[in-house]
């Protein structure tokens, strides 16, 4: 996976296919963040799937954001873990104090 920028959606691969549909979603990036970070308020901690269900955005345009959104030191895993539909467990995730003074 390649480092994530604050300015750039990550992508992973090296046959390009990540890397344009980083490139397709980039403008709606912020929006996407600043949604996530909303809805992870209005839960106070969650899953990146619960939080995915809860925003009424796909899993596909909203998942990936909390990636970045840890890089960035806005969101941060509370240590808690629960089962994802699919059974495998995920880490709750939660604001940081830098993520709830960027709202």
């Known amino acids: 996976m390649s480092d ?10 090296a046959d390009g296919t ?8 980039a403008p709606s ?30 899993r596909e345009s909203l998942q990936p954001r909390f990636s970045e959104l840890r890089a960035m030191g806005l969101v941060e895993p509370t240590g808690a873990r629960r089962r994802n539909p699919s059974g495998k467990s995920a880490s709750v995730l939660r604001l940081t104090d830098k993520g709830r003074a960027a709202l």
């Open 29 to 58: 990036v912020s929006r996407l963040r600043r949604l996530a970070m909303r809805t992870l308020a209005r839960l106070g901690e969650a899953t990146p799937l619960e939080a995915v269900a809860a925003s009424g955005v796909t």
């Open 18 to 25: 990540s890397q344009a549909a980083a490139g397709s979603i």
């Open 4 to 13: 994530c920028s604050p300015d750039e959606p990550g992508a992973k691969g």
